[in-house]
Every structure is written in structure tokens, then in C-alpha cells.
């Protein structure tokens, strides 16, 4: 009888075994398609990655010759605007060496004003001179011609 219970032992700890061995067979089974779908989605991951980092590769590319061709123009407008103010700056010195002549210019027509402003009130005078005489002239003869009329009999 102890044979007979230890074969039934035996049989219970080899069917034990055997469970067990079927159950680590499904765990095994389980680890090994949870193996292969994280694979599968790191794979995605990764493809998703690439797909992303060539996307903005070429949307900086993009930006990059956007801002040089922005740059290149602004860069021509600024050269363009240095010659602008180059030229007005030879304007401005063309116009200061001119402004001594005009100055002078403007001082000698001054003084031919003045001349003939001084002149002219010279002539003026004298005409008023020989103006108010000749109305004293009168003035005084119409006062005295009846007075000498008078003083005289006539």
C-alpha cells in the first residue's frame, strides 16, 4: 500500500507538473505575442518618428530658404536706400557750397535795395521840399496879395 500511495503521489505531483507545464507554456505563449505587439507598436513609433522628424527636416528647409530669400530682398532694399542717401548726401553739399554765392548774391541785391531805397527817399525828399514851398509860396501869396492890395489902396 505505501507503493500504491506513492504512486498516487507520483501521479498527483506529475499531473501537477504537467498543469503547471501547461500553464507556463501559456504564459510563455502570452510574453511572446505581448513580445511581438510591443515590437510591432515601437516599430509604428519609430516610423511615426522618422515620418515626423522628415516633415519638420523639410519644414525647416522651407522656412530656411524663406528667411535667406527675405533676407536677400531686405538686404537689397537697405543697399538700395544707401545709395538713396548717398545721393541726397552729395545733394545736401552740392546745396552748402552753394549757399556762400547765394548768400552773397543775396547781400549785394540787399545793398542795391538799400541804394536805391536811400535814392529814391533822397529824390523824394526834395520833391516834397519843392512841393511844400510852392504850396507855402501860395498859401502865403493868397494871404498877402489882399493884404498888400489892402495896405496899398488898390
Known sequence: MATDALDIRMARLEGAYE?????LAGVEREVSALRSEIKTEFAAMRSEISGVRSEMQSEISGLRSEIQSETSGVRSEITGVRSEISGVRSEISGMRSEIPSLRSELTSRFDYLTSRIDSSGESLRRRMDTQFYWTLTL??????????????GR
Open 19 to 23: 498543469q503547471i507545464n501547461q500553464r
Open 139 to 152: 498859401i502865403l501869396g493868397s494871404i498877402l496879395i489882399p493884404l498888400l492890395r489892402d495896405l496899398l
